[in-house]
């Protein structure tokens, strides 16, 4: 019967047919210990030299790494197996001899090395955990998000303007000076308009907040989940160039219940992680201890009482400073739950931000920043609802009104109240799995001096 790994503890004494790669293997001349995995999960696979046919024990030995193979063998339990069962063998066919010399061994690799074997290395268990995480992360945020009330809302890649502030921008030609004049006829009209169109930037979005605010003032509440992209120049273990942000927006809801939404999405995030994921969180040797801790509710600091605490612990952080990764790292490291940092300078923030009516030098925003040294998971806002302030906001940053005209109609027509927050899906994955750097959480990583493979 063809099964799977994850499948077999339903067919103990049975004959079963798995299809996968051989990750590892090792043989005393009478007995060949086949180390096997087929995508769901692992197991050894006992051939014993006396019971095969000579041509099956033959293709065996020849056996190398990661060679394709399809396993039969009877199903037995065994106490000292990672998931309690092991085969034993009756035959083994080659799919595909794998050619000698896989890159990746048991000897320890430096990272650089495994990057550039990325299309390899995902098949090493710690990365195969790590993927499973990320999946059950996804689709923890889909199952919370409707069963509250948000409906999917996708917001376009290509964008005329900056959502986050222009330091960051990819920034391309759209239909640039390629562009053709047709040869056809054209009125002076159609021309003038293609003068235009070979003029356009575009640029790769940075989020999809903007957008999802139009979305909101017809859905009330939405969120998108897609990859974003920063031209980040800084090269931390918090920065890709490529990721993938989760964008959250609701109507009629204001800073406090903003956070209460971040909140509740973070607990049921992580709470799924560990009810699904205990034997992948075990493949990453991750302490769930602190992990259990994370209940709301959470610790609430203004960034005034942040940047105080923070000089207390030796920081020479500025009153009105934004947080560095270091300051986030120490202040996480003095509790043991998340910690939402709210109303920051607006001079450190974006445009769109609400400011505070008790202070009108700060906003309505906040981060929340994850334990044990992890820092910042999300950002989040109440936006400006107002049009005249907003386009007084607009004018104070420097940016050009003209691209903003249609964010400005969702203040100009049924403007309300409203609030949303953006989490990056590697910087949770590396906090729930314990990874230091946030490379390993994304299948292939685009970083400041990375995008291969
Ligand atoms: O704090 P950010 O810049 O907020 C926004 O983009 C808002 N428009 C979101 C919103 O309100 N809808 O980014 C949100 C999150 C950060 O908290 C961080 O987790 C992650 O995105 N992030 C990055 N992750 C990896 N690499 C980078 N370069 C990142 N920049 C931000
Ligand atoms: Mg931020």
């Given at each position: 019967m063809?099964?799977?790994?994850?499948?077999?503890?339903?067919?103990v004494g049975?004959e079963?047919?798995?299809?996968?790669?051989?990750y590892?293997?090792r043989?005393?001349?009478?007995?060949?210990?086949?180390?096997?995995?087929d995508?769901?999960g692992?197991?050894?696979?006992?051939?014993?030299?006396?019971?095969?046919p000579?041509?099956?024990?033959d293709?065996?030995?020849?056996l190398r790494?990661?060679s394709?193979?399809?396993?039969?063998g009877?199903v037995k339990?065994?106490?000292?197996?990672?998931?309690?069962?092991?085969?034993?063998?009756?035959?083994?066919?080659?799919?595909?001899?794998?050619?000698e010399?896989?890159?990746?061994?048991?000897?320890?690799?430096?990272?650089?090395?495994l990057?550039d074997?990325?299309?390899?290395?995902?098949?090493?268990?710690?990365?195969?955990?790590?993927q499973?995480?990320?999946?059950?992360?996804?689709?923890s945020?889909?199952?919370w998000f409707?069963?509250?009330?948000f409906?999917?809302f996708?917001?376009?890649?290509?964008?005329?303007?900056?959502?986050?502030g222009?330091?960051?921008?990819f920034e391309?030609d759209?239909?640039g000076?390629?562009?053709?004049?047709s040869?056809?006829?054209?009125?002076?009209?159609e021309?003038?308009l293609?003068?235009?169109?070979?003029e356009?930037?575009?640029?790769?979005?940075?989020?999809?907040?903007l957008?999802?605010?139009a979305?909101?003032?017809?859905?009330g509440?939405?969120f998108?989940?897609?990859?974003?992209f920063?031209?980040?120049?800084?090269?931390?273990r918090?920065?890709?160039?490529e990721?993938w942000?989760?964008?959250?927006?609701?109507?009629?809801?204001?800073?406090e219940?903003?956070?209460?939404i971040?909140?509740?999405?973070?607990?049921?995030?992580?709470?799924?992680?560990l009810?699904?994921?205990?034997?992948?969180?075990?493949?990453?040797?991750r302490?769930?201890e602190?992990l259990k801790?994370?209940?709301?509710?959470?610790?609430?600091?203004?960034?005034?009482?942040?940047?105080?605490k923070?000089?207390?612990?030796?920081s020479?952080?500025?009153?009105?400073?934004d947080?560095?990764?270091?300051?986030?790292?120490?202040l996480?490291?003095q509790?043991?739950r998340?910690?939402?940092?709210e109303?920051?300078p607006a001079?450190?923030?974006?445009?769109y931000?609400?400011?505070?009516p008790?202070?009108?030098?700060?906003v309505?925003?906040?981060?929340?920043?994850?334990?044990?040294?992890?820092?910042e998971?999300?950002?989040?806002s109440?936006?400006?609802?107002d049009?005249?302030?907003?386009?007084?906001?607009?004018?104070?940053?420097?940016l050009?009104?003209?691209?903003?005209?249609?964010?400005?109609?969702l203040?100009?027509?049924g403007?309300?109240?409203?609030?949303?927050?953006?989490?990056?899906?590697?910087?949770i994955?590396a906090w729930t799995?314990?990874?230091h750097?946030?490379?390993?959480t994304?299948?292939?990583p685009?970083?400041?001096?990375?995008?291969?493979?």
């Open positions: 063809s099964t799977t790994v994850s499948q077999i503890s339903q067919h049975q079963v047919e798995l299809k996968g790669w051989c590892n293997f043989s005393s001349g009478k007995i060949f210990f086949l180390q096997f995995r995508g769901t692992r197991v050894q696979v006992v051939y014993s030299k006396a019971d095969l000579s041509d099956q024990w293709l065996l030995d020849a790494l990661e394709s193979v399809i396993v039969r009877v339990e065994d106490t000292r197996a990672p998931l309690g069962f092991e085969l034993n063998g009756v035959s083994v066919q080659v799919v595909q001899l794998a050619q010399g896989y890159p990746i061994g048991k000897k320890e690799h430096g990272p650089e090395f990057l074997n990325r299309h390899l290395w995902l098949r090493a268990e710690s990365q195969w955990a790590v499973r995480v990320r999946d059950r992360i996804i689709t945020t889909y199952e409707h069963e509250n009330g409906i999917k996708d917001t376009p890649i290509l964008t005329p303007t900056s959502c986050e222009t330091t960051e921008l391309m759209y239909f000076d390629e562009v053709e004049l040869s056809m006829e054209h009125t002076a009209g021309a003038q293609r003068q235009e169109h070979r356009t930037k575009a640029y790769l979005a940075q989020s999809g907040q957008y999802l605010e979305g909101i003032m017809s859905l509440r939405a998108d989940f897609g990859p974003v920063r031209a980040e120049k800084s090269k931390t918090r920065h890709l160039t990721f942000m989760m964008d959250a927006e609701a109507a009629y809801v204001e800073h219940g903003n956070m209460a971040q909140e509740a999405l973070v607990c049921r995030i992580v709470e799924d992680v009810a699904h994921c205990a034997y992948e969180l075990k493949v990453l040797e302490d769930v602190p801790k994370v209940q709301a509710p959470f610790i609430h600091l203004t960034h005034a009482e942040a940047t105080k923070l000089r207390e612990l030796g020479d952080i500025g009153e009105r400073a947080l560095g990764a270091d300051d986030e790292t120490l996480t490291q509790y043991d998340p910690i939402f940092i109303k920051y001079e450190v923030k974006a445009f931000m609400k400011r505070d008790q202070d009108d030098t700060r309505l925003n906040n981060d929340l920043l994850a334990p044990e040294g992890y820092g998971i999300i950002g989040g109440q936006r400006e609802d049009y005249e302030t907003l386009m007084k906001r607009i004018h104070d940053h420097g050009d009104p003209k691209p903003f005209d249609w964010y400005l109609d203040r100009r027509y403007s309300v109240p409203h609030s949303g927050f953006g989490y990056g899906l590697e910087r994955v799995c314990g990874l750097h946030v490379r390993e994304i299948p292939f685009r970083l400041v001096n990375r995008i291969t493979p």
